[in-house]
């Protein structure tokens, strides 16, 4: 039988989390990083890594993708997607063998919803010149995916937090946690053991059709600041002052999260491909963080 093997373009944070378990299930892992340092060390966890910038080749990449099964890319798009602008031939090489391609996309594509639920059918609608390059790249994928006949996933992901440094529980400890309150904002949220579960189950069940879409998230949409609140609670500690949003002096990057507000239903994910989180909402996010760091 032939061993699944993904090829992951883009092993961050997510995708090493994913790259853990796949081999823990006898997969094969491959992918790329930005550093010669680190695909040194993912390499001693199993993983085939391959310097990639988004631009230059790795070496051998056609024999290196070869027998390759599924491939995800997270890397984020410039003017053009660097994987499909890049590697298209070598992902074709490969297409023999492949079972389906995923992409790592983000919510910010559907723009500002004024706080509305919505799902995978509500029209997008990007403020921002990366959610319009998010866009572009998505529709790159579905086309390509349909040429090549491969079925292609997207995942629309919000802010993803886990483990690792990546949680208000870590924030607080640090000392950069902020409490910042604006007025009816809300932001979604997904754990990054919840997300590997969603691939996962894609991956290993996929159903039918040339593309499908996908919001990764939690069930409950929430103000930051009260998500800071209870991550202090859980420490025992007193959260931040309350910042209010016209006074908290963001930089433009940081800012334009708060431009927009949206409630992201996430039924696909339960009832296509089965998943039931083990986190449903950040309260029990960081319960499990805060346990593991005592």
């Known amino acids: 039988m032939t061993i699944p093997h993904l090829f992951c373009f883009g092993l961050g944070y997510s995708g090493q989390a994913l790259a853990r ?16 340092g680190k695909a040194a060390s993912l390499g001693e966890q199993g993983i085939n890594a391959f ?10 990449a056609a024999s290196r993708m070869a027998g390759v099964t599924h491939i995800l890319s997270s890397i984020p798009p410039d003017t053009l997607d660097p994987v499909l602008g890049n ?29 509305a639920w919505i799902d995978e059918t509500t029209p997008v609608a990007p403020l921002s010149i ?11 994928w579905i086309e390509f995916g349909g040429r090549i006949g491969v079925p292609t996933r997207l995942f629309r992901l919000p ?27 809300v932001f979604n949220r997904i754990h990054v053991d919840d997300l590997v579960a969603v691939l996962v189950a894609s991956m290993t069940r996929p159903n039918t059709g040339a593309g499908r879409i996908y919001n990764v998230c939690d069930h409950e949409p929430a103000p930051a600041h009260d998500v800071v609140t ?31 507000c949206k409630r992201v239903r996430n039924q696909r994910i339960t009832h296509e491909l089965g998943v039931t989180l083990q986190y449903p909402t950040y309260r029990e996010g960081l319960r499990a963080i805060a346990e593991m760091r005592l």
């Not at 378990?21 to 010669?36: E, F, I, K, Q």
């Not at 310097?51 to 051998?60: K, L, P, R, T, V």
């Not at 993803?160 to 009816?184: E, F, H, N």
Request: glycine share 12%; charged share 25%; with cysteine.
């Open 21 to 36: 378990t796949l081999l823990a299930m006898g997969w094969r892992v491959s992918g790329t990083w930005r550093s010669v």
């Open 51 to 60: 310097i990639f910038d988004g631009e230059q080749a790795f070496d051998d």
């Open 87 to 115: 590697r298209r031939a070598d992902i074709e090489t490969a297409a023999c063998n492949l079972q389906w391609l995923g992409y790592l996309s983000t919510i910010g594509v559907y723009g500002d919803c004024k706080g």
């Open 130 to 140: 990366g959610g319009r390059q998010r866009v572009d790249a998505e529709n790159q």
């Open 159 to 185: 802010g993803i937090y886990g483990p690792g440094g990546r949680s208000q529980i870590d924030a607080l400890r640090t000392g950069r946690a902020r409490r910042i309150v604006k007025d009816a904002q």
């Open 230 to 260: 209870f991550a202090a609670q859980l420490l025992g500690i007193e959260p931040p002052q309350i910042v209010m949003f016209k006074d908290a002096k963001l930089s433009p990057f940081a800012a334009h999260f708060y431009g927009e």
